[in-house]
């Protein structure tokens, strides 16, 4: 049962840090545990795990600071994804269903735009083109990465709808790319649009 408790305690502080919402805030474990109606040991567990995870920060008697996405991580996430996503595409290139996928994913995100939604579809944007190469390894470390992403997304969230018709261009020239199945000019699109959001997320 106390097992149960720290993992649900987990998961509940972790999907409010992903948000953004508690970026440069101190957490009390008091708080957390009467929202949850559990005792502050679970949360403690919970706090302890977010800690190695990087997520934030305890300081004793006075609570837990949620580290804040700064330049240095968006620059890792983002460079990260490029070695994925770039290694990705001749392998994906020869999926026939992927220009189709990757241009219906295109369309519901032209509708999206100034909502949530969005980014949503901004992540299954690339990560359909990543699934598409097969590459079990490749995939599960790009999964790796959700976590971050989703963070990165939430806290960058204003800048990529301020930049919402530069990314939908991009996406567009890349659904093209695929489509003529020409892998170097994919690659490089790809590159130069994640060099773009970072530019634009440390602007």
Known sequence: MAHNAAERAYEHVKARILTGELDGHMLSEGVFATELGV????????????????????????????????????REVLAARRVVECASVKGAIGDPDLPDTLA?????????????????????????????????????????????????????????QERSDEILAQHAEIVAGVREKDAERVEALLAEHLQRVYEGIVS
């Open 104 to 160: 219906d994913l295109l369309e519901q995100q032209r509708k999206a735009v100034g909502t949530p939604r969005f980014g949503e579809l901004d992540a299954a944007f690339h990560t359909a083109l990543v699934e598409a190469a097969g590459n079990s390894l490749l995939s599960g470390f790009y999964q790796g990465l959700r976590d971050r992403q989703i963070r990165l997304i939430a806290t960058a969230v204003r800048t990529i």
């Open 39 to 74: 005792s502050r040991t679970p949360v403690r567990e919970a706090f302890l795990r977010l800690q190695v995870e990087g997520l934030m920060r305890l300081y004793p008697k006075r609570g837990a600071l949620v580290v804040p996405v700064g330049p240095h991580e968006s």
